[in-house]
């Protein structure tokens, strides 16, 4: 079976209900990142922090996987398929996608301030102040915050250097190293990049723009997916 690799930013789950992050209305337009999603931030106001990832973690918990998430599982049947996600939502698993690799962290889970190997699910939507790991040190998001390292970003680079398909749903390809990974799809591959306004791309080879949400971009890519295999 040939290997999709699929690269997914927060446009994927705009039509789930999720705010993407530089639209206009994007979450960045009201929050500042450096008040909410850096070691920084953390330092000086843990209770904020906490509050606008709780906020994020209950409109996960309400959002439900759309039809491109779904798309994307269903691709399984016929393909090897790896998704590198940028999101911190759970949208892909719960659509069925069984191979997902998490660039920025997971909104459903914990990490310990003193043990970064300690990583918990947490239990509703709610991480406060006083929740503790099991070595007695303050929970902190499992979420990888600007100024970090991205612990799995080598891994999503050898996956993508073995892609016979490379496929990029929903991102504007401006956070780095994530944004970087496209440049190492190898160059003879079909690349299909899916966004009603397609980031600029054009130094890749084999390119495919599907200019096009999400929802009705899958739907076409299955469409070209299929000649691809005839
Ligand atoms: N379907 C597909 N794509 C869409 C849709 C839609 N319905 N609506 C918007 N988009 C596209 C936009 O055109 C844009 O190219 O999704 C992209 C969203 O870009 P960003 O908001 O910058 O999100 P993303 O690229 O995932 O951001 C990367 O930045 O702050 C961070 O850590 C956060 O992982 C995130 C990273």
């Known amino acids: 079976m040939k290997n999709i690799v699929v690269f997914t930013g927060a446009g994927i789950s705009a039509e789930s209900g999720i705010k993407t992050f530089r639209g206009s209305d994007g979450l960045w337009e009201n929050y500042r990142i450096e008040d909410v999603a ?6 000086k106001d843990k209770a904020l922090v906490l509050e606008f990832y709780n906020q994020r973690r209950l409109q996960c918990l309400n959002a ?8 994307l599982a269903q691709l399984e049947k016929k393909f090897n398929v790896t998704v590198i996600t940028q999101n911190i939502d759970n949208l892909h698993e719960r659509a069925g996608s069984s191979n997902v690799v998490h660039l920025h962290g997971e909104i459903t889970k914990s990490r310990s301030t003193l043990d970064e190997s300690l990583v918990y699910t947490i239990n509703g939507a709610e991480l406060k102040i006083g929740d503790t790991c099991e070595k007695g040190s303050q929970l902190r998001p499992h979420i990888v915050w ?21 496929v990029v749903i929903g991102s504007s390809l401006l956070v780095y190293p994530a944004a970087g990974l ?25 390119l495919i723009p599907i200019e096009a949400t999400a929802v009705a971009g899958v739907k076409i890519l299955i469409k070209h997916l299929e000649k691809l295999r005839d």
């Open 38 to 43: 850096t070691p920084g931030a953390w330092h």
């Open 64 to 71: 439900k996987p759309n039809a491109a998430h779904k798309g």
């Open 146 to 166: 600007f100024g970090e390292e991205v612990p799995m970003i080598e891994i999503a680079c050898r996956i993508v250097s073995k892609a016979d398909i490379f």
């Open 182 to 206: 496209i440049d190492y799809a190898p160059h003879a591959i079909p690349k299909f990049i899916i966004d009603p306004e397609i980031p600029p791309v054009n130094h890749l080879e084999n």
